[in-house]
């Protein structure tokens, strides 16, 4: 008993926060050159310390096989595994590389350990930055919710509740064929779909009832719709591959003659805000920008290198956005048919949809990945640097003119509204670390796409899903019986700040 409670001692007087002084939280233990970790051990962890770390439920469980545990080192072996004590051994440990003497001492802590193993093996700064911040917002581990009063900066991760408390179904139109897509007319009165049957089909979207007879004139399925800015016309797009056409949305006929140029299925198109160009989007591997007025093109082409299954302008026209199945989204300058930036990359699918909210704070996206992903969109455009996932049930998406509501189009011929308050509330302050934009890897970290080295934060396997971009504002996720996850970086301390992410007293 007497070793025992010499190690206690040695444990909770010798044990701090950082006690071999890495500078660092972006690299890994095995990454850092300057005065390796072998030698800062040797040097910080006297040899009393490691014994006591490796040993001292040893000869705990000794005692206590041998009727030998008093109540003094009972209240010294509580006090360890539920005081920082206990996260400062397993940061010893990590720095040791025998995380693995982790016993059965503290069954919550172990498993807790267990499922963090990848990161506090490979990085122990991420001990804190990552496995202790994300336990501590999830709520994972009962036993250490006394050390959340230890931590200071460090990202926070909020479930925004069930997914059905804050999505309802308003209005559901029926149709006889499957639906492609879908958009609102900007006056809010109509919504106007593509139809596999090769008609396009316009609803009252107050009343769910049908307007009119189907637009017919497309000789295959119609892939994408989308009204003018002053809602009097329609352009639709189609597997009938060279053309785009135009058709009034009072009469249902065709406006002119098609728009004809395109090499493939025209898989998206839209108008822009200012009511001068249709922009397209097809199979040929292009994006093609024509005169509203005249049908005429403008300018040439714009090369992507896959298949373009979605468009978008922004609010001020001067953007195109575009989404492929290259799982990248590319951004173009409308002037002059430039790329803004590289490939926004990252995406697991091909991305279906992409759209701008009317008050141009969000883009939501949809892509075969199987989620539905909001974006802040005046980050995304400030930064300039690429956006590195989404998801959408692999549906197309469309916004409602006063920003609450959502439309999704489904297979099973049924086309749904929903109410989005959540997408309201204000989440300005959820932006990623300064100046850094994230890839994640296949062991779930977060790395700087400027220092492909550096290391942001490590994710348990459940939340790789929602965090492919720091710049993510919410994720909405295929299962509604799952909360939606949003992120808060606003206070998250990580490289050569990562010591503030702790408060030792």
């Not at 193993?117 to 122990?124: A, E, G, L, Q, Y």
């Not at 991760?157 to 958009?183: F, T």
């Not at 008050?359 to 990945?369: A, N, Q």
Request: proline letters at 5%; hydrophobic letters at 35%; aromatic letters at 8%.
């Amino acid at each position: 008993m007497r070793v025992s409670k010499i190690c206690m001692k040695v444990l909770t007087s010798e044990l701090k926060f950082n006690i071999c002084e890495l500078e660092t939280s972006c690299l890994k233990n095995s990454d850092v050159v300057e005065y390796p970790i072998d030698q800062r051990v040797a040097k910080f962890i006297s040899l009393r310390l490691q014994y006591s770390c490796l040993y001292w439920s040893n000869h705990v469980n000794t005692c206590a096989s041998n009727s030998q545990v008093n109540s003094d080192l009972k209240e010294k072996v509580l006090m360890f595994g539920t005081q920082k004590w206990l996260i400062y051994w397993i940061e010893c440990l990590s720095l040791m590389g025998k995380l693995q003497q982790y016993t059965e001492s503290f069954e919550n802590a172990r498993k807790w350990a267990e499922e963090h193993d990848v990161t506090i093996n490979k990085s122990t700064a991420h001990l804190y930055v990552s496995a202790l911040a994300i336990a501590s917002s999830l709520q994972q581990v009962d036993g250490f919710q006394i050390l959340k009063k230890h931590l200071k900066k460090v990202v926070k991760i909020e479930k925004q509740g069930q997914l059905r408390k804050w999505l309802g179904a308003v209005k559901i139109m029926h149709c006889s064929s499957h639906i492609s897509c879908v958009a609102y007319s900007p006056n809010g009165r109509h919504i106007v779909a593509g139809i596999y049957d090769k008609s396009v089909r316009i609803w009252d979207s107050q009343t769910g009832q049908p307007v009119g007879q189907p637009l017919q004139g497309h000789t295959s399925q119609v892939n994408s719709v989308a009204y003018s800015p002053d809602s009097r016309h329609i352009v639709s797009g189609s597997d009938d591959k060279t053309r785009v056409r135009i058709w009034d949305s009072q009469t249902g006929q065709p406006v002119g003659q098609p728009l004809q140029g395109h090499t493939a299925w025209v898989r998206s198109v839209a108008y822009s805000p200012d009511s001068r160009h249709i922009v397209s989007g097809s199979d040929d591997k292009t994006v093609r920008i024509w005169d509203s007025q005249t049908g005429q093109p403008v300018g040439q082409p714009l090369q992507g290198t896959a298949w373009v299954r979605s468009v978008a302008c922004s609010p001020d026209s001067r953007h195109i956005v575009s989404g492929s199945d290259d799982h990248t989204i590319r951004i173009w300058d409308s002037q002059t048919g430039q790329p803004v930036g590289q490939p926004l990359q990252g995406h697991t699918g091909g991305v279906l949809s992409v759209a701008y909210s009317p008050d141009s704070r969000y883009i939501v996206s949809g892509s075969f990945d199987n989620t539905v992903r909001v974006w802040d969109s005046q980050i995304v455009q400030r930064m300039g640097r690429p956006l590195q996932s989404h998801t959408a049930p692999g549906r197309p998406v469309a916004y409602h003119p006063d920003s609450n509501g959502l439309e999704l189009s489904s297979s099973a011929d049924i086309l749904t509204t929903f109410q989005s308050n959540l997408l309201r509330q204000d989440v300005s302050h959820v932006h990623s670390p300064p100046d850094h934009s994230c890839g994640i890897d296949s062991e779930g970290w977060l790395h700087s796409l400027q220092c492909p080295s550096d290391q942001i934060l490590w994710l348990p396997q459940q939340l790789r899903g929602c965090f492919q971009d720091t710049r993510q504002v919410l994720t909405i996720p295929p299962d509604a019986e799952k909360a939606a996850i949003k992120v808060d970086w606003s206070n998250f301390a990580f490289g050569q700040q990562w010591t503030e992410t702790w408060a030792d007293d």
